[in-house]
C-alpha cells in the first residue's frame, strides 16, 4: 500500500509566520502534488513537482513556494501566513500519468 | 474558468436506492476521468476511472458513465449504504488533474 505522511495533521500559526508542511511518500512515485481544499472551492492545485528539485505551479501557487530536494519528500512553505491560508492542505503522490493520486490525511492549518 | 463541474453541492438518498452524481466539463482534450470520495478528516481515495475512449466502467456497486457528445460523466451507486456518505470529487486528466468542487452524497438509512 502506498503510503503517504503528511508531518502534521493540525497546526495553529500567526499571521507573518514561516510555515512548513512536510510530505513523504514511501512508494517511490515520482509526482508529488499540494492541494488544498476550502469549502464550495474544491481542491485546488498549488504546486506539483515531476523529479527531485523540479516545481511547476499549479493553480494557486501565491503565497506558496516549495521544495523537494529527495524523491520521497515534498514541503510546501508559507513564507508569511496569511488568514486567507486557513484551509485544509493536502499531499498526493502519483506514478507516471495515471492521474490517479494518493492522497495523505491532510494537514488543517489554522491561521489567527 | 471552471473546467470541471460538479452542479449539486449536496444530494440525498435511502439507503438501498440508487444514487447518481453528475459532472460536466468543458475541455475536449481532457483523455481521463476519475472519481475520488473524501469522508471528513481524511485524504480523498481513488474510487473508479474511466478513459476517453470508453463509455462506461463497471466496479462492484460502482458505474461510471461517460457521455463525451455531451461532455458529461455520472457515476452510479447501486445499492446505496450509508458508509457510502462522503463528499465525491469528479476529477479530469489534462496536463494535471482538475477537480470538480464536490457534492455530498448522504445516505440515510
Known amino acids: 500500500d502506498v503510503k503517504v505522511t503528511q508531518s502534521s495533521r493540525y497546526l495553529v500559526k500567526r499571521t507573518g509566520e514561516k510555515v512548513f508542511l512536510e510530505c513523504v511518500q514511501d512508494m517511490d512515485h515520482e509526482n508529488m502534488f499540494w492541494y488544498r481544499q476550502d469549502p464550495g472551492l474544491g481542491l485546488r492545485l498549488i504546486y506539483f513537482s515531476y523529479d527531485v528539485k523540479m516545481k511547476e505551479k499549479g493553480d494557486i501557487p501565491e503565497g506558496y513556494s516549495v521544495s523537494r530536494e529527495k524523491k520521497e519528500r515534498f514541503s510546501l512553505i508559507l513564507e508569511s501566513a496569511s488568514t486567507n491560508q486557513t484551509s485544509m492542505y493536502l499531499c498526493a503522490t502519483g506514478r507516471g500519468n495515471t492521474g490517479e493520486l494518493f492522497f495523505g490525511e491532510g494537514s488543517r492549518l489554522t491561521v489567527l | 474558468d471552471q473546467q470541471v463541474k460538479q452542479n449539486s453541492p449536496s444530494l440525498s438518498v435511502q439507503e438501498g436506492r440508487i444514487s447518481i452524481l453528475n459532472c460536466d466539463y468543458t475541455n475536449s482534450m481532457f483523455d481521463y476521468f476519475l472519481w475520488y470520495k473524501k469522508y471528513p478528516a481524511e485524504g480523498p481515495t481513488f474510487l473508479i476511472s474511466?478513459?476517453?475512449?470508453?463509455d462506461k466502467n463497471e466496479d462492484g456497486r460502482f458505474t461510471v458513465f461517460l457521455n463525451k457528445s455531451a461532455k458529461h460523466l455520472s457515476l452510479h451507486i447501486v445499492p446505496s449504504q450509508p458508509g457510502d456518505s462522503a463528499v465525491y470529487f469528479c476529477a479530469a486528466r489534462g496536463y494535471q488533474l482538475t477537480f470538480g468542487k464536490g457534492t455530498k452524497l448522504s445516505v440515510i438509512p
Open positions: 474511466i478513459s476517453s475512449i470508453k
